[in-house]
Protein backbone atom coordinates (compact mmCIF):
# COMPACT_ATOMS: atom_id res chain seq x y z
CA UNK A 1 0.00 0.00 0.00
CA UNK A 2 1.17 3.57 -0.50
CA UNK A 3 0.42 6.79 -1.36
CA UNK A 4 -1.42 5.89 -4.58
CA UNK A 5 -3.77 4.32 -2.81
CA UNK A 6 -4.60 7.23 -1.21
CA UNK A 7 -4.89 8.93 -4.35
CA UNK A 8 -7.41 6.12 -5.47
CA UNK A 9 -9.69 7.11 -2.73
CA UNK A 10 -9.27 3.11 -1.14
CA UNK A 11 -11.41 3.10 2.04
CA UNK A 12 -9.68 3.17 5.07
CA UNK A 13 -10.42 0.30 7.37
CA UNK A 14 -10.76 1.93 11.11
CA UNK A 15 -10.10 -0.51 14.03
CA UNK A 16 -11.22 0.22 17.61
CA UNK A 17 -9.17 -1.25 20.60
CA UNK A 18 -11.61 -1.10 22.93
CA UNK A 19 -10.46 -2.08 26.35
CA UNK A 20 -6.76 -3.80 26.30
CA UNK A 21 -5.03 -5.44 29.02
CA UNK A 22 -2.14 -3.45 30.06
CA UNK A 23 -4.52 -0.35 32.35
CA UNK A 24 -8.01 -0.24 33.31
CA UNK A 25 -10.21 2.01 34.79
CA UNK A 26 -7.66 3.68 37.05
CA UNK A 27 -6.26 5.15 33.81
CA UNK A 28 -9.99 6.52 32.46
CA UNK A 29 -12.89 5.52 34.37
CA UNK A 30 -14.37 5.31 30.43
CA UNK A 31 -12.55 2.50 29.29
CA UNK A 32 -15.27 -0.75 28.87
CA UNK A 33 -14.24 -3.54 30.91
CA UNK A 34 -17.29 -6.11 31.34
CA UNK A 35 -18.94 -7.89 28.27
CA UNK A 36 -21.71 -5.54 28.54
CA UNK A 37 -19.81 -2.34 28.40
CA UNK A 38 -17.13 -3.83 26.02
CA UNK A 39 -20.35 -4.92 23.57
CA UNK A 40 -21.99 -1.47 24.00
CA UNK A 41 -18.38 0.38 23.19
CA UNK A 42 -18.39 -2.37 20.36
CA UNK A 43 -21.59 -1.18 18.87
CA UNK A 44 -20.92 3.06 19.35
CA UNK A 45 -17.24 2.43 17.86
CA UNK A 46 -19.15 0.54 14.95
CA UNK A 47 -21.75 3.37 14.68
CA UNK A 48 -19.03 6.23 14.61
CA UNK A 49 -17.40 4.18 11.88
CA UNK A 50 -15.31 1.16 13.11
CA UNK A 51 -15.43 -2.01 11.35
CA UNK A 52 -12.74 -4.23 13.05
CA UNK A 53 -12.56 -4.25 16.77
CA UNK A 54 -9.86 -5.32 19.36
CA UNK A 55 -10.78 -7.18 21.52
CA UNK A 56 -8.80 -8.49 24.77
CA UNK A 57 -11.02 -10.33 28.03
CA UNK A 58 -10.82 -9.08 31.62
CA UNK A 59 -12.31 -11.08 35.18
CA UNK A 60 -15.07 -8.88 36.76
CA UNK A 61 -12.95 -6.35 38.94
CA UNK A 62 -10.44 -5.42 35.24
CA UNK A 63 -7.53 -7.53 35.84
CA UNK A 64 -6.55 -10.11 32.76
CA UNK A 65 -8.45 -13.37 31.60
CA UNK A 66 -7.36 -15.57 28.92
CA UNK A 67 -10.19 -17.84 29.04
CA UNK A 68 -12.24 -18.73 26.59
CA UNK A 69 -15.88 -18.86 28.01
CA UNK A 70 -14.75 -14.94 28.69
CA UNK A 71 -13.85 -14.35 24.81
CA UNK A 72 -17.13 -16.15 24.35
CA UNK A 73 -19.23 -13.91 26.46
CA UNK A 74 -17.71 -11.14 25.29
CA UNK A 75 -18.10 -12.02 21.40
CA UNK A 76 -22.23 -12.39 22.49
CA UNK A 77 -22.45 -9.19 23.79
CA UNK A 78 -21.24 -7.19 20.96
CA UNK A 79 -23.05 -9.48 18.57
CA UNK A 80 -25.89 -8.68 21.02
CA UNK A 81 -25.15 -4.64 20.52
CA UNK A 82 -23.30 -4.56 17.40
CA UNK A 83 -24.40 -4.66 13.97
CA UNK A 84 -21.76 -6.58 11.56
CA UNK A 85 -18.68 -5.57 13.30
CA UNK A 86 -15.29 -7.69 12.62
CA UNK A 87 -14.43 -9.36 16.08
CA UNK A 88 -10.69 -9.66 16.18
CA UNK A 89 -8.90 -11.14 19.38
CA UNK A 90 -5.90 -10.18 21.07
CA UNK A 91 -3.28 -13.02 21.65
CA UNK A 92 -1.12 -10.94 23.46
CA UNK A 93 -0.56 -11.71 27.16
CA UNK A 94 2.67 -10.93 28.81
CA UNK A 95 4.06 -13.33 31.17
CA UNK A 96 1.79 -15.37 30.42
CA UNK A 97 2.34 -19.15 29.64
CA UNK A 98 1.99 -20.26 25.65
CA UNK A 99 -1.17 -22.48 26.19
CA UNK A 100 -2.97 -19.47 27.50
CA UNK A 101 -2.07 -17.47 24.77
CA UNK A 102 -4.22 -19.99 22.38
CA UNK A 103 -7.27 -19.69 24.82
CA UNK A 104 -8.99 -16.96 22.92
CA UNK A 105 -8.47 -18.37 19.43
CA UNK A 106 -10.95 -21.22 20.72
CA UNK A 107 -14.28 -19.71 20.80
CA UNK A 108 -16.86 -20.66 18.81
CA UNK A 109 -17.48 -19.46 16.68
CA UNK A 110 -13.40 -18.44 15.72
CA UNK A 111 -12.87 -14.39 15.78
CA UNK A 112 -12.84 -13.37 12.36
CA UNK A 113 -8.91 -12.18 12.70
CA UNK A 114 -6.75 -12.64 15.93
CA UNK A 115 -3.62 -10.54 16.55
CA UNK A 116 -0.21 -12.20 16.44
CA UNK A 117 2.75 -10.35 18.06
CA UNK A 118 5.82 -10.29 15.93
CA UNK A 119 8.81 -10.64 18.32
CA UNK A 120 9.86 -9.56 21.81
CA UNK A 121 9.02 -6.05 23.92
CA UNK A 122 10.22 -5.18 27.21
CA UNK A 123 7.06 -4.14 29.77
CA UNK A 124 8.07 -2.73 33.02
CA UNK A 125 11.83 -2.66 33.74
CA UNK A 126 12.38 -6.18 34.92
CA UNK A 127 10.03 -7.77 32.65
CA UNK A 128 9.99 -8.81 28.83
CA UNK A 129 6.98 -9.93 26.92
CA UNK A 130 8.99 -12.40 24.80
CA UNK A 131 6.82 -13.51 21.73
CA UNK A 132 9.29 -16.23 20.61
CA UNK A 133 9.40 -17.45 16.91
CA UNK A 134 8.07 -21.12 18.09
CA UNK A 135 5.25 -19.19 19.73
CA UNK A 136 4.51 -16.85 16.95
CA UNK A 137 4.14 -19.99 14.98
CA UNK A 138 2.16 -22.11 16.98
CA UNK A 139 -0.31 -19.17 17.19
CA UNK A 140 -0.23 -18.82 13.59
CA UNK A 141 -0.50 -22.57 12.77
CA UNK A 142 -3.71 -22.53 15.17
CA UNK A 143 -5.05 -19.71 13.48
CA UNK A 144 -4.93 -21.18 9.87
CA UNK A 145 -6.71 -24.29 11.41
CA UNK A 146 -9.44 -22.01 12.49
CA UNK A 147 -9.82 -19.48 9.65
CA UNK A 148 -9.02 -17.11 11.45
CA UNK A 149 -7.24 -13.86 9.48
CA UNK A 150 -4.15 -12.85 11.56
CA UNK A 151 -3.20 -9.17 12.00
CA UNK A 152 0.51 -9.25 12.63
CA UNK A 153 1.72 -6.72 15.38
CA UNK A 154 4.84 -4.95 14.43
CA UNK A 155 6.38 -3.42 17.58
CA UNK A 156 9.78 -2.07 16.07
CA UNK A 157 11.76 -2.14 12.64
CA UNK A 158 13.16 -6.12 14.08
CA UNK A 159 9.50 -7.21 13.82
CA UNK A 160 9.59 -6.34 10.01
CA UNK A 161 12.35 -8.68 9.80
CA UNK A 162 10.45 -11.23 11.62
CA UNK A 163 7.34 -10.59 9.68
CA UNK A 164 9.47 -11.45 6.44
CA UNK A 165 10.76 -14.31 8.40
CA UNK A 166 7.49 -15.59 9.02
CA UNK A 167 6.65 -15.29 5.26
CA UNK A 168 10.21 -17.46 4.66
CA UNK A 169 8.45 -20.31 7.24
CA UNK A 170 4.17 -19.65 6.41
CA UNK A 171 2.71 -19.48 3.46
CA UNK A 172 0.33 -16.92 4.28
CA UNK A 173 -2.88 -15.65 2.63
CA UNK A 174 -2.94 -12.67 0.81
CA UNK A 175 -3.39 -9.76 1.88
CA UNK A 176 -0.42 -9.77 4.41
CA UNK A 177 -2.19 -7.50 6.92
CA UNK A 178 0.17 -5.99 9.45
CA UNK A 179 -0.13 -3.18 12.29
CA UNK A 180 2.54 -0.50 12.49
CA UNK A 181 3.40 0.31 16.15
CA UNK A 182 4.90 3.68 17.40
CA UNK A 183 5.57 4.60 20.97
CA UNK A 184 7.87 5.06 23.55
CA UNK A 185 10.73 1.98 24.86
CA UNK A 186 11.28 -1.05 22.69
CA UNK A 187 8.21 0.72 20.42
CA UNK A 188 9.99 2.12 16.75
CA UNK A 189 10.85 5.72 17.67
CA UNK A 190 7.28 7.72 16.84
CA UNK A 191 8.94 10.26 13.66
CA UNK A 192 7.18 10.27 10.66
CA UNK A 193 10.07 8.83 8.90
CA UNK A 194 10.02 6.05 10.84
CA UNK A 195 6.40 5.51 9.62
CA UNK A 196 7.83 5.91 5.72
CA UNK A 197 10.57 3.13 6.14
CA UNK A 198 8.17 0.85 7.96
CA UNK A 199 5.80 1.09 4.94
CA UNK A 200 8.78 0.72 2.51
CA UNK A 201 10.02 -2.62 4.05
CA UNK A 202 6.82 -4.41 4.16
CA UNK A 203 6.78 -7.41 1.96
CA UNK A 204 4.90 -6.28 -1.41
CA UNK A 205 1.49 -6.30 -1.45
CA UNK A 206 1.15 -6.13 2.17
CA UNK A 207 -1.60 -4.04 3.95
CA UNK A 208 -0.74 -1.61 6.57
CA UNK A 209 -2.79 -0.83 9.62
CA UNK A 210 -0.66 2.30 11.84
CA UNK A 211 -1.05 2.61 15.55
CA UNK A 212 0.89 5.01 17.65
CA UNK A 213 0.70 5.15 21.50
CA UNK A 214 -0.55 7.79 23.40
CA UNK A 215 -0.06 11.52 22.24
CA UNK A 216 0.80 9.61 19.04
CA UNK A 217 -2.52 7.95 18.12
CA UNK A 218 -3.78 11.10 16.44
CA UNK A 219 -0.77 12.10 14.25
CA UNK A 220 0.11 8.67 13.56
CA UNK A 221 -3.49 7.85 12.23
CA UNK A 222 -3.83 10.88 10.30
CA UNK A 223 -0.26 10.02 8.78
CA UNK A 224 -1.51 6.54 7.97
CA UNK A 225 -4.63 8.00 6.16
CA UNK A 226 -2.46 10.24 3.93
CA UNK A 227 0.09 7.17 2.91
CA UNK A 228 -2.95 4.95 1.78
CA UNK A 229 -3.33 2.96 5.36
CA UNK A 230 -5.62 1.60 7.36
CA UNK A 231 -6.01 3.21 10.92
CA UNK A 232 -6.38 2.08 14.55
CA UNK A 233 -7.31 3.97 17.70
CA UNK A 234 -9.26 3.58 20.61
CA UNK A 235 -8.82 3.29 24.98
CA UNK A 236 -6.47 0.35 24.88
CA UNK A 237 -3.50 2.77 23.04
CA UNK A 238 -4.55 5.93 24.31
CA UNK A 239 -6.85 7.30 27.32
CA UNK A 240 -7.00 10.99 26.35
CA UNK A 241 -8.82 13.10 24.03
CA UNK A 242 -6.42 15.87 24.10
CA UNK A 243 -3.63 16.86 26.53
CA UNK A 244 -4.87 17.02 30.07
CA UNK A 245 -8.46 15.64 28.88
CA UNK A 246 -9.70 11.95 29.22
CA UNK A 247 -11.68 10.88 26.25
CA UNK A 248 -14.97 9.82 26.81
CA UNK A 249 -15.31 6.87 25.10
CA UNK A 250 -14.07 4.88 22.22
CA UNK A 251 -16.46 6.17 19.98
CA UNK A 252 -15.26 9.66 20.19
CA UNK A 253 -11.82 8.88 19.25
CA UNK A 254 -13.50 7.14 16.61
CA UNK A 255 -15.45 10.04 15.43
CA UNK A 256 -11.92 11.90 15.54
CA UNK A 257 -10.22 9.30 13.00
CA UNK A 258 -13.63 9.16 10.79
CA UNK A 259 -13.99 13.22 10.42
CA UNK A 260 -9.52 13.23 9.73
CA UNK A 261 -10.48 10.84 6.77
CA UNK A 262 -13.39 12.37 5.71
CA UNK A 263 -11.84 15.51 5.57
CA UNK A 264 -8.93 13.95 3.80
CA UNK A 265 -10.92 12.84 0.75
CA UNK A 266 -10.67 9.17 2.27
CA UNK A 267 -14.05 6.63 2.42
CA UNK A 268 -14.31 4.91 5.62
CA UNK A 269 -14.61 0.86 5.21
CA UNK A 270 -17.67 -0.53 5.66
CA UNK A 271 -17.15 -3.88 7.83
CA UNK A 272 -18.07 -5.60 4.49
CA UNK A 273 -15.79 -3.53 2.52
CA UNK A 274 -13.00 -4.50 5.22
CA UNK A 275 -14.08 -7.82 4.79
CA UNK A 276 -13.36 -7.71 1.06
CA UNK A 277 -10.26 -5.72 1.42
CA UNK A 278 -8.47 -8.49 3.88
CA UNK A 279 -10.34 -11.55 2.20
CA UNK A 280 -12.10 -12.73 5.30
CA UNK B 1 3.16 -15.76 46.87
CA UNK B 2 1.79 -12.49 46.60
CA UNK B 3 3.08 -9.36 47.24
CA UNK B 4 3.19 -8.31 51.02
CA UNK B 5 2.34 -4.84 49.56
CA UNK B 6 -0.67 -6.02 47.74
CA UNK B 7 -3.79 -4.82 48.76
CA UNK B 8 -7.28 -5.31 47.42
CA UNK B 9 -9.78 -2.71 48.03
CA UNK B 10 -12.82 -0.54 46.77
CA UNK B 11 -11.62 2.94 46.62
CA UNK B 12 -8.62 5.47 47.74
CA UNK B 13 -8.58 9.49 48.42
CA UNK B 14 -9.28 9.93 44.66
CA UNK B 15 -10.70 6.74 43.42
CA UNK B 16 -14.07 4.51 43.81
CA UNK B 17 -14.77 1.38 42.09
CA UNK B 18 -17.57 -1.17 41.86
CA UNK B 19 -14.78 -4.12 42.52
CA UNK B 20 -12.12 -4.51 44.77
CA UNK B 21 -8.98 -4.03 42.83
CA UNK B 22 -5.61 -4.32 43.25
CA UNK B 23 -3.92 -1.65 45.31
CA UNK B 24 -0.18 -1.26 45.57
CA UNK B 25 0.56 -0.15 49.67
CA UNK B 26 4.42 0.73 48.66
CA UNK B 27 3.00 3.11 45.70
CA UNK B 28 0.57 4.40 47.50
CA UNK B 29 -2.00 3.76 44.23
CA UNK B 30 -4.16 1.65 42.30
CA UNK B 31 -2.13 -0.28 39.63
CA UNK B 32 -2.60 -1.46 36.03
CA UNK B 33 -4.00 -5.11 35.43
CA UNK B 34 -1.37 -6.22 33.75
CA UNK B 35 0.79 -5.25 36.64
CA UNK B 36 -1.70 -7.08 39.34
CA UNK B 37 -1.02 -10.34 38.03
CA UNK B 38 2.28 -9.62 39.07
CA UNK B 39 1.40 -8.64 42.44
CA UNK B 40 -0.45 -11.61 42.44
CA UNK B 41 2.69 -13.81 41.20
CA UNK B 42 0.17 -15.32 38.58
CA UNK B 43 1.37 -17.09 35.35
CA UNK B 44 4.91 -16.53 34.73
CA UNK B 45 5.25 -13.33 36.92
CA UNK B 46 7.39 -12.72 40.06
CA UNK B 47 6.56 -9.70 41.89
CA UNK B 48 9.97 -10.55 43.32
CA UNK B 49 11.70 -10.57 40.41
CA UNK B 50 9.24 -8.40 37.83
CA UNK B 51 7.84 -5.53 40.24
CA UNK B 52 10.37 -2.34 39.75
CA UNK B 53 8.09 -0.91 42.86
CA UNK B 54 8.83 -3.93 45.15
CA UNK B 55 12.36 -3.96 44.56
CA UNK B 56 13.07 -0.49 45.08
CA UNK B 57 11.07 -0.68 48.11
CA UNK B 58 12.75 -3.76 49.50
CA UNK B 59 16.47 -2.19 48.76
CA UNK B 60 15.07 1.20 50.71
CA UNK B 61 13.91 -0.86 53.51
CA UNK B 62 16.80 -3.31 54.02
CA UNK B 63 19.41 0.10 53.99
Known amino acids: MSYEEFLAGEPVI ?4 LTGGVHGTEANPNLPET ?21 HARRPNG ?33 APAGKRHLPLRTDPSPEMASLDMGPLNRY ?31 N ?23 LIFGDGTLTRPRPRNLLNAIDNLPDGAHFNTLGFGPHQLPFATMGILFGGH ?17 ESNAQLVERVVRVANELGREVATPDQARDILDL | MSCPYLEYQQS ?17 RFVQPMRADICNDRYELDHAEHCEIYLEHEDGTDR
Open chain 1, 14 to 17: VTAA
Open chain 1, 35 to 55: PEEIGRAAAAAEEAGASVVHL
Open chain 1, 63 to 95: ERSFATERFAEIDDAVQRYADNVIIQHSTGGTG
Open chain 1, 125 to 155: DHLTSENTRAMVDALYEEMVERGIKPELEVF
Open chain 1, 157 to 179: DGHLNEVHSLLERQELAEPVYAT
Open chain 1, 231 to 247: VRVGLEDNVYYQRGELA
Open chain 2, 12 to 28: SDDQQFDEQRAYCTAAG
